[in-house]
């Protein structure tokens, strides 16, 4: 019910950072969640991080923690995921996700609304 666009992906190298964003096309109730997910070629897709409304409870993937940064602006209807020390392995398509939840998730099924996903390429 939530129109997502994500932007910011590309191409870097091995160490490098990237800041992904994710525009709503209108303001989340309170009760939204938003995550971000992502899929590599041949693989399932996995979840990368969630954020609450209030923004104050998130929850990292072990896979990026203290790599990966999920935040939002209520404000600007958006989220970001700022990546940092990238690794080849995190490259693939990410998208964005928003669900009427009280606190994040990492089931893709509670999410309602998704993006068309934005390409990440990691060169090593």
């Known amino acids: 019910q939530v129109q997502l666009v994500e932007s910011g992906g590309g191409l870097v190298q091995a160490g490098g950072s990237l800041r992904l964003s994710c525009a709503a096309s209108e303001r989340t109730s309170s009760t939204y969640t938003m995550g971000w997910f992502r899929q590599a070629p041949g693989k399932e897709r996995e979840f990368v991080a969630a954020?609450?409304?209030?923004?104050?409870?998130?929850y990292d993937a072990d896979s990026v923690k203290g790599r990966f940064t999920i935040s939002r602006d209520n404000a600007k209807n958006t989220v970001y995921l700022q990546m940092d020390s990238l690794k080849p392995e995190d490259t693939a398509v990410y998208y964005c996700a928003a669900g009427p939840l009280l606190r994040p998730s990492l089931h893709a099924p509670s999410y309602n609304s998704w993006g068309q996903g934005t390409q990440v390429t990691v060169s090593s």
């Open positions: 954020i609450s409304w209030s923004g104050s409870s998130t």
